[in-house]
Each structure stands twice: as C-alpha cells, then as structure tokens.
C-alpha cells in the first residue's frame, strides 16, 4: 500500500513570513512528486512538479526533494493571506497518490 | 489555457438510482482519470484509462463504476446505483503521459454528487 503522510495542520505563519510544509511517502519506486493547492469546495491546482533530488524554485515556492529520505517538502516565500489553502502532496508512478494535505493559515 | 472541464457541477440524486459524471479531457492528452473525495477526506484514486481501456482501479472502483469514451472527446464515469456513501466530489484529470515525466495531472473543477 503506497502511502504519502503529511500534517494536517493548521500550520499557523504571519503575513511575509516563510511557511514550511513536509510530506513523506513510504513507495521508494516513485518518481515524480508534485504540490497541489486545494480551496474549500474547489478541486486541486497545481503548484509544483520535482523529479530530482535536491531544490526546484519557482517564484515564491520552492520544492525539495531528498529521496534517500523520502521526503519532499514546499517553503512558501513571502506568505500571503490568499495562500490560505490546504496543500498536498501528491506521489506519483502511474498514478497520483494523495497525502491528506496540510491546512495553512496567512495571518494578515 | 487548455483545461479539463466537467458536467454537471452539482448532483443530487436518490439512493439506488444510476448517475453518469462527464468530463472533457485536455485535447492533447492520452490519459484520463477518475478521482473522488469525501467531504473533509483525502484525495482518493479511482479508475485510469488510457488506450480505450482501463489501466488501473482502485479497490473502490467495483462493479459499481464504469467508465467510457463514448467519442473522440468526452470521458465518463457511471455510478450504478448509488449509495449514500457516494456522496462526494467527483473530480476527473487528465495527463499527456505516465512515468517519471511528462505525466502531470491536471484536474476538472469537479462534480458534486449528493446520494439522499
């Protein structure tokens, strides 16, 4: 059974501060892993894709990825209140597997 | 920007009748999914299906889902009589490809089914 943990949160940071959020997965096969963003009622949007170890930056967000660890995490720059969101992560083979995701608060 | 678009947005249906969810994929892509969430649950993988045929289900994917390419465009799933426990958002997804790259998946805004 392929598992990805995360944190359910909340994960409470200010406005301008930088927000941290982990992920694990327990299938060493995988090989791509991805950040979605999910408002309330709304479905998932893509943040980020990583393949390779190490960090992938894009604007605001940066990736990281350390598969020996198995673990992938996300640092949001800047955080604004509209960042407000559930993240998750998501592993994937063939398929996405889903964490449960992590509620983040911005404080304005 | 292309995008993977769904009907209807909202459902409510009586236990133990049929439902059918439909999708139109992203134009370019060759592999389509079907995802579902309970409300306040994780993202859970249903059904792929590429090549015309089903590539891989997930244990909740029984006899009571089916899915179709009816046509060139349009993918569906059908819920055969609906329980209450269906009650979910029903998102379908579509990707270029599969493997280590070029499989990003990129979602529907959803399908709402209420089973009262």
């Known amino acids: 059974q392929k598992e990805v943990e995360q944190n359910s949160g909340p994960l409470s940071v200010p406005e301008g501060a930088i927000a941290s959020l982990n992920c694990t997965y327990s299938d060493r096969g995988s090989q791509s892993f991805f950040w979605y963003r999910q408002y309330s009622g709304k479905s998932p949007e893509l943040i980020m894709f990583i393949y390779s170890n190490g960090d992938k930056e894009d604007g605001r967000f940066t990736a990281q990825l350390n598969k020996a660890s198995q673990y992938v995490s996300l640092l949001i720059r800047d955080s604004q209140p509209s960042d407000s969101a559930t993240y998750l992560c998501?592993?994937?083979?063939?398929?996405?597997?889903f964490g449960t995701g992590t509620r983040l608060l911005v404080s304005p | 920007e292309p995008e993977v678009t769904q009907t209807p947005s909202h459902q409510v249906t009586q236990m133990g009748q049929e439902v059918i969810l439909r999708c139109v994929p992203i134009?370019?892509?060759?592999?389509f999914y079907w995802y579902r969430q309970i409300l306040g649950q994780k993202v859970e993988f249903l059904v792929s299906f590429y090549n015309n045929e089903i590539s891989e289900k997930s244990e909740i994917f029984d006899d009571q889902f089916s899915v179709e390419r009816p046509d060139g465009s349009n993918f569906t799933l059908k819920i055969r009589s609906t329980k209450l426990e269906d009650s979910a958002m029903y998102f379908c997804a579509s990707s270029r490809g599969q493997g280590a790259t070029g499989n990003t998946i990129y979602f529907g805004e959803g399908s709402w089914l209420t089973v009262v």
């Open positions: 134009s370019n892509h060759l592999y």
């Open positions: 998501a592993v994937s083979f063939q398929k996405l597997v």
